[in-house]
């Protein structure tokens, strides 16, 4: 925030987000949900849900979002924007906190244009003195990327996850049309298969963020002095099963990260890039995730007598994981490895939905997807795809 003041940005104010940023969509009991620009019954996705629904409707031209499991990624994707997420460390968090989410989550930009991004990030970017470590940066702005030949580069994609073994035909059309548009670009694009099990790593990112929320609930209640009726139904539950959560349990799942690091670094040794859709579905509608009023009771019972941690048991909780992580199984891989990654708006659905496509990255790869992104914008423009009441004259305004 500091960064962006002193570049003499203009804040406008705070969006609307999940509770503690915890789902990928923003329908908060105390603010209400956040609504697509581009169809009001639908989502703008989450956690920086309301950031992606300003900027798509004409509001602000930038938003500031973070990137936990896909939150940057996710609302860019609904919501037909450029969304990149730094890899880790790229972006400080600091003064009162190193990393976050033990370094899965960065802090970022959503933007209409490659552009956009590529500047703010330089604003933003490089460590602070209170950073744990000092990030590789590159030697010139990354706003001189946009615009640089990204060369020939061998990209490997897929769409079926062990999450979502049949993904919409929407987000097939999606990567089959990115598929495309690279091969007229003269770029090498191969069909592989995921480089690493994307169920067993949902279950350690799920592991550790039930943690996250549970110490999230804790600090508020300190600091605040609120008891549970400050939070909502769903976020007690997720705190009791981090709770739960054994500090062993714990330790196993942050350790396993380092398996998928080198999975996806042996992919990478063979590939620039690794494509996928940025979500499995369209836009969901907006309600479509609310947890069903029999889980409602039960998880209320159970929390009520202190035995929420039943909830695992009994399998609730691969329900709610499968159910809140199956539209978007793709993104939570480079939070994990800590590696870059974008969402880059290139196609719209039949009803007019944005649904875009992502690309992970190798360590210190900004520069490339930046280059890469801003070659897709110039060969299929996105900024002039606009809701219903922005028109042409606030993309004319952006453009200068």
Known sequence: MQRWLDAGLVIFGKTNTPEFGAKAVTEPELFGAARNPFGLDHTPGGSSGGAAAAVAAGIVPVAGASDGGGSIRIPA????????KPGRGLVPFGPTSGERLQGTSSNGVISRTVRDTAGLLDVIAGPSATSPFAPAVPDGPFAAEVGR???RLR????????????PHPSAVAAVDEAVSLLTELGHEVVAVEPPCDDEALARDFVTSWFV???AAVAAAQRVFGVGDSGFEDDTLVLAALGRTTSGVELSDAIDRRHLYIR???????EHDLLLTPTLARPPLLVGELNTPPPLVAVSRLLLRTHTAGLLSRIGLTDQLVSKNLSWVPYTQLANVTGRPAASVPLYWTS???PLGVQFVGP?????LLLRLAAQLEQARPWAGHHPAG??????EMLMR
């Open 77 to 84: 994707a609904c919501c037909g924007l450029f969304g990149l």
């Open 149 to 151: 030949d990204p060369g």
């Open 155 to 166: 990209i490997g994609f897929h769409t079926a996850s062990a999450i979502n073994p049949s």
């Open 212 to 214: 996250y929320v549970a």
């Open 263 to 269: 999975a996806l670094a042996d992919f990478h040794a």
């Open 351 to 353: 009803e007019g939905l």
């Open 363 to 367: 360590l210190g790869s900004e520069g």
């Open 390 to 395: 922005v028109g042409p004259p606030y993309a």
